[in-house]
């Protein structure tokens, strides 16, 4: 998913590099309970979705996604 690396840092061009900072990022919700997904909206722009006991969040990008994961009290662990 392109745009995935957030926190400011430049995003990973490479695909190989891309997944890695989605898996990482998709750990990271896991241990905080939730889980993160890649999707893509009806216009075809990509977001992720975070969800938790049926409940989902719709987050812009992976910033978004890191500033969610400190309000539900996940740590990051360094994009």
């Not at 995003?11 to 889980?35: C, I, M, S, V, Y």
Request: proline content about 5%; aromatic content about 4%; overall charge negative.
């Amino acid at each position: 998913m392109a745009g995935v690396g957030g926190r400011g840092m430049t995003t990973p061009t490479n695909p190989t590099d891309q997944a890695k900072a989605l898996a990482t990022l998709q750990a990271e919700f896991a241990l905080a309970g939730h889980t993160l997904t890649a999707s893509v909206r009806a216009d075809g722009s990509p977001c992720l979705v975070a969800s938790r006991w049926g409940l989902t969040r719709e987050l812009r990008d992976p910033d978004e996604a890191h500033e969610f994961l400190q309000q539900i009290g996940g740590r990051h662990h360094g994009l």
